[in-house]
């Protein structure tokens, strides 16, 4: 059993809670949380069981990682604290532990990864002896080894583009929404996530994994963007009022441009309501999907919609991510240390899970 702990139980450590319990070579052995409120709590009523797992939660950094986990979950958000999400992944690294994250963008392309960043990690690791691997849905999963196997069906490859499509008022992050996404702001906002070179910076790793992988060298990335105003107020059930005339819809790609044409495209569209935008691409419910689209010989098309805490598809999406990342725990563990990338951590099927629950784990004592 490999000794797992989970850091943070947000959105995204909710669902890591769970499948750290479910995975059969992994053991949570600990929980760490910011909110005062959180600790002493059991993980499984963080993680929303119907069970206690028996471990509880934690704000005490230093001795959680003077435990020595062998993995680390860490699932705190780097949206808008990048610097506090490296320090902490620096300091589990430094412990020794195999980290998975979605938190550091710029390292889901860790060959490219500015100095400033990669270099402090990559000493970490010479100190610890650990790993880590960043990776998630979209940017992740959904951008680089679905469209990547998926090209390898056909016989030409054209263009690949790699849609996520979401209705935002599903996504229980309000403040990401509305203002580093720029929902229900005025249109002369500037959004953080999308002004001039934040997309390349979170996105235009994938770009570069994916000619990499396709053997192809790119003249440059692109971005391109789009925003729609509300034509009248709408009410959300989990995120109130946006008024009319805010940002109701926004649309850009990063483009990998090769010989001159865009031929490997990541397109979000995001709304936070189905009026708005409707000539712009939807999902095939309105909820929400990731679709892969390969034009070339043959076309070759395929959405994912994924469901989770009754089936929200914000939630369901964490959980892919989530999924990717601690099924990759045991394969990290066995791997020498090292920075990794998408395209040198297998995706494999699962292990010891069909037909089984949560209730059904054959404890080991």
């Known amino acids: 059993m490999i000794p797992t702990i989970v850091w943070g139980t947000g959105n995204v450590g909710r669902s890591a809670i769970r499948a750290v319990e479910a995975h059969p ?53 780097g949206d808008i604290r990048p610097d506090d999400a490296l320090a902490d992944i620096i300091r589990a690294l430094r412990a020794g532990a195999v980290v998975v994250t979605p938190a550091l963008y710029a390292l889901y392309d860790p060959r490219n990864a500015p100095p400033e960043l990669r270099d402090p990690v990559l000493a970490a ?82 770009i570069r994994l994916m000619a990499r992988a396709l053997g192809v060298e790119l003249d440059e990335i692109r971005e391109t963007l789009d925003r729609r105003a509300l034509e009248s107020a709408v009410t959300t059930t989990t995120m109130g009022e946006f008024g009319a005339g805010t940002q109701g819809a926004v649309r850009f790609e990063v483009q990998g441009v090769v010989e001159g044409e865009p031929r490997i495209v990541i397109e979000h569209v995001t709304r936070i309501h189905p009026s708005c935008a409707p000539d712009w691409p939807t999902p095939p419910d309105g909820a929400g999907a990731h679709r892969v689209i390969v034009e070339g010989h043959p076309r070759i098309e395929v959405t994912i919609e994924a469901g989770d805490e009754d089936g929200n598809r914000a939630a369901g999406g964490n959980a892919t991510a989530v999924g990717r990342l601690v099924n990759a725990i045991d394969w990290l563990v066995e791997a020498e240390p090292g920075l990794y990338d998408a395209l040198d951590v297998p995706l494999r099927p699962a292990v010891g899970k069909l037909g089984r629950t949560l209730n059904d784990r054959v404890k080991p004592w």
């Open 25 to 77: 070579e992994l053991e949570l052995t600990g929980v760490l949380v910011h909110n005062p409120e959180k600790v002493g709590r059991d993980a499984g009523t963080l993680a929303g069981l119907d069970y206690e797992i028996g471990v509880a939660a934690s704000d005490d950094v230093a001795a959680t990682l003077a435990a020595r986990p062998r993995a680390v979950v860490y699932a705190a958000s």
């Open 125 to 206: 690791i010479a100190d610890g002896g650990g790993s880590l691997f960043v990776s998630g849905v979209d940017p992740g999963w959904g951008n680089d080894v679905l469209p990547l196997l998926l090209s390898g069906l056909g016989h030409t490859v054209e263009v690949i583009r790699c849609q996520e499509i979401f209705d935002y008022s599903t996504y229980d992050q309000p403040d990401s929404v509305r203002y580093l996404v720029g929902m229900g702001q005025p249109m002369d906002y500037q959004p953080p996530m999308t002004a001039p070179g934040i997309p390349t910076m979170v996105w235009g790793g994938q």
